[in-house]
């Protein structure tokens, strides 16, 4: 499987040799250079960016040389730059097309600091967006139909990334505090946290892609994630000051009421065996039960896909 690098890098390539090659067999393309600075700007490591890409791209260019074409009437050189400028960045925020302002601003200034382009007029408009569209073709074939990214799949195999690191803690927490035999408790809070990021930054550009699409609740399984990922922490390292095996034959772990009267009995038995907290057994089971909670509303989160069957 390529790595994500590699994928970007021949995405590049793949898409700057077809703007190129279709720009070389069409005589109504003069410039090349502009469809290859069209991919430049346009392309997009993921496919959720692409389209915002193009669309910025095409909006400024339309609107970078419709504003040039009004001033060079009545100015030129940098002067006319300076006012193109002065109108076209607070008309583009105006209009909330900030992605279009590098395009905007590459249109205006060929326009006005190149003598030959001075001498097109109207035409120069047209014959930018032409070019622009040569190079947006082939960020579409590529990013789309090429490398297309599924994202859903993606963040699944990320949710049962996360699910077993969290079914692991927890029963080897389990085994620690009930089970005779010695085991090392292994704790890892770097590996879940950058689980968790990384699901973050997946469910983000997959709402960015899809932003009126909530029935799968990716935002909110993040944030339970991120909930469920300190919770379970918590949980591990309230069991690592306690001694190993401390809690054989007893089965309150797996139970949804528990009593809390016996529970502070055993905590103070505990306390006077182990010298520990006699508020340790507490603190651990009011965690473990903030662990179920937020397992159980990621399963109502997670009712569309089959992660927690």
């Not at 992605?99 to 190149?114: I, T």
């Not at 035409?123 to 930018?128: D, P, S």
């Not at 089970?179 to 550009?205: H, T, V, W, Y």
Request: hydrophobic fraction near 45%; glycine fraction near 6%; aromatic fraction near 8%.
């Amino acid at each position: 499987m390529l790595s994500q690098d590699l994928r970007s890098i021949l995405k590049l390539c793949l898409a700057a040799l077809l703007a190129g090659s279709f720009s070389l067999a069409t005589s109504g393309i003069s410039y090349v250079w502009y469809p290859l600075l069209s991919v430049v700007l346009g392309i997009d490591d993921t496919d959720a960016q692409v389209l915002n890409n193009i669309k910025g791209r095409v909006l400024g260019t339309v609107l970078g040389g419709v504003v040039s074409g009004f001033i060079h009437t009545v100015s030129h050189g940098w002067w006319g730059l300076t006012i193109t400028m002065i109108v076209l960045i607070p008309l583009l925020r105006l209009l909330n097309w900030q992605s279009g302002l590098s395009s905007a601003v590459v249109v205006s200034s060929m326009l006005f600091l190149v003598e030959d382009y001075s001498l097109m007029g109207w035409g120069y408009v047209f014959a930018r967006t032409l070019d622009t569209l040569a190079g947006i073709l082939a960020v579409v074939i590529v990013s789309i139909l090429f490398w297309r990214i599924d994202r859903p799949k993606n963040l699944l195999n990320q949710e049962k990334n996360l699910k077993n690191l969290l079914c692991n803690r927890l029963d080897q927490t389990k085994q620690w505090l009930t089970s005779s035999n010695k085991i090392d408790l292994d704790i890892m809070p770097l590996k879940g946290s950058q689980l968790c990021r990384k699901f973050n930054a997946m469910a983000g550009e997959e709402l960015r892609a899809h932003p009126k699409n909530h029935r799968r609740h990716w935002r909110q399984r993040a944030l339970l994630w991120d909930l469920l990922n300190h919770h379970s922490m918590q949980f591990i390292l309230l069991a690592a000051q306690m001694p190993a095996g401390c809690l054989v034959g007893q089965n309150w772990l797996g139970r949804d009421v528990v009593d809390r009267e016996q529970l502070r009995q055993l905590g103070y038995e505990l306390a006077k065996k182990y010298m520990l907290s006699p508020l340790l057994i507490l603190a651990l089971q009011d965690e473990y039960k903030r662990v179920i909670c937020t397992i159980h509303s990621l399963k109502l989160a997670c009712r569309a896909d089959s992660t927690w069957h």
